[in-house]
């Protein structure tokens, strides 16, 4: 999913939240077993909206991306404070160095490699189309001439652009997935254009909204989601190897099965780390 902004808005918006991170509620600090005393406490950021990869829960950051950090740090030997600062600071502070990583269902693509640095996939993601039942959509073409809501700057939005045209006027674009949603159930949308498990997980989360959803892999290419470190970081390199050796001993695929009920493919993924 996401997004790049300007470099002059990532500054001002990385320095506004540098001081809102002190007093920020939302947030865990977590002190693992396996952290050491010469190492630093990591600040980690988040857009804990985007559920299962995280989201609130009563006044808790959880989900998906959340327990995978716990065990890629535990692995690493880091202490770390996780916070809910929104996407478009969390981009500003990562790049401007005031955060140290940042985990949020991020789309390794080229374009953010040109400003980011990424560890190695920890998932494969598509996209999926998330419909009032009745609607005649039965693949991504269908979208044509509909009215469309996506995460403004999002990998989601750029999957309806390149089927709709850039910045097409029946493409809304909101703050969040949820807001997206809600319209959608308003009728003010057609259709949402989102990640597949976020839209699955809304579909099931949701039975009385009377929606469907569905893939379409030839019109949408699947993306792999990584840690996101400013450029030149020396922490990648270290992350990376504790999150291989996280999906090489099992961990990972605990951790998955528990979130979504079925067992990763490890071999794709180690295969796209060493692409």
Same mark, same amino acid.
């Given at each position: 999913?996401?997004? @790049?902004?300007?470099?002059?808005?990532?500054?001002?918006?990385?320095?506004?939240?540098?001081?809102?991170?002190? $007093?920020?509620?939302?947030?865990?600090? &977590?002190?693992?077993?396996?952290?050491?005393?010469?190492?630093?406490?990591?600040?980690?950021?988040?857009?804990?909206?985007?559920?299962?990869?995280?989201?609130? *829960? $009563?006044?808790?950051?959880? =989900?998906?991306?959340?327990?995978?950090?716990?065990?890629?740090?535990?692995?690493?030997?880091?202490? %770390?404070?996780?916070? &809910?600062?929104?996407?478009?600071? +969390?981009?500003?502070?990562?790049?401007?160095? !005031? #955060?140290?990583?940042?985990?949020?269902?991020?789309? #390794? @693509?080229?374009?953010?490699?040109?400003?980011?640095?990424?560890?190695?996939?920890?998932?494969?993601?598509?996209? +999926?189309?998330?419909? !009032?039942? =009745?609607?005649?959509?039965?693949?991504?073409?269908?979208?044509? =001439?509909?009215?469309?809501?996506?995460?403004?700057?999002?990998?989601?939005?750029?999957?309806?652009?390149?089927?709709?045209?850039? @910045?097409?006027?029946?493409?809304?674009?909101?703050?969040?997935?949820?807001?997206?949603? +809600?319209?959608?159930? !308003?009728?003010?949308?057609?259709?949402?254009?989102?990640?597949?498990?976020?839209?699955?997980?809304?579909?099931?989360?949701?039975?009385? /909204?009377?929606?469907?959803?569905? $893939?379409?892999?030839?019109?949408?290419?699947?993306?792999? %989601?990584?840690?996101?470190?400013?450029?030149?970081?020396?922490?990648?390199? *270290?992350?990376?190897?504790?999150?291989?050796?996280?999906?090489?001993?099992?961990? %990972?695929?605990?951790? %998955? !099965?528990?979130?979504?009920?079925?067992?990763?493919?490890?071999? +794709?993924?180690?295969? /796209?780390?060493?692409?």
């Amino acid at each position: 999913m996401k997004k @790049n902004l300007s470099l002059v808005y990532l500054i001002v918006i990385g320095l506004l939240v540098l001081s809102a991170c002190g $007093t920020s509620n939302d947030e865990g600090t &977590n002190t693992d077993e396996g952290a050491t005393d010469d190492k630093p406490v990591l600040q980690v950021g988040t857009d804990a909206a985007f559920a299962p990869f995280e989201y609130m *829960e $009563t006044g808790e950051i959880v =989900g998906f991306d959340v327990d995978l950090l716990e065990a890629v740090m535990n692995e690493a030997g880091y202490e %770390y404070e996780l916070k &809910n600062v929104g996407w478009d600071p +969390m981009l500003a502070s990562v790049q401007g160095g !005031n #955060i140290d990583l940042a985990i949020a269902g991020i789309t #390794i @693509n080229d374009d953010r490699k040109e400003t980011f640095d990424f560890s190695v996939p920890y998932f494969e993601s598509t996209h +999926m189309i998330v419909f !009032n039942e =009745g609607a005649d959509i039965n693949s991504a073409k269908d979208l044509i =001439g509909l009215k469309v809501g996506v995460q403004t700057g999002t990998t989601g939005a750029e999957a309806a652009e390149k089927i709709m045209g850039k @910045n097409h006027e029946d493409i809304a674009k909101y703050e969040t997935t949820a807001l997206a949603f +809600m319209s959608l159930t !308003n009728e003010d949308v057609d259709a949402v254009v989102t990640d597949n498990v976020v839209a699955a997980e809304y579909v099931k989360n949701n039975p009385d /909204a009377t929606v469907e959803a569905i $893939t379409d892999k030839e019109n949408f290419e699947s993306e792999y %989601y990584g840690l996101m470190f400013p450029k030149d970081s020396e922490l990648e390199e *270290e992350l990376s190897a504790a999150l291989t050796s996280i999906i090489e001993s099992g961990k %990972y695929e605990k951790i %998955y !099965n528990e979130w979504f009920g079925t067992d990763p493919d490890v071999d +794709m993924l180690l295969k /796209a780390a060493n692409q």
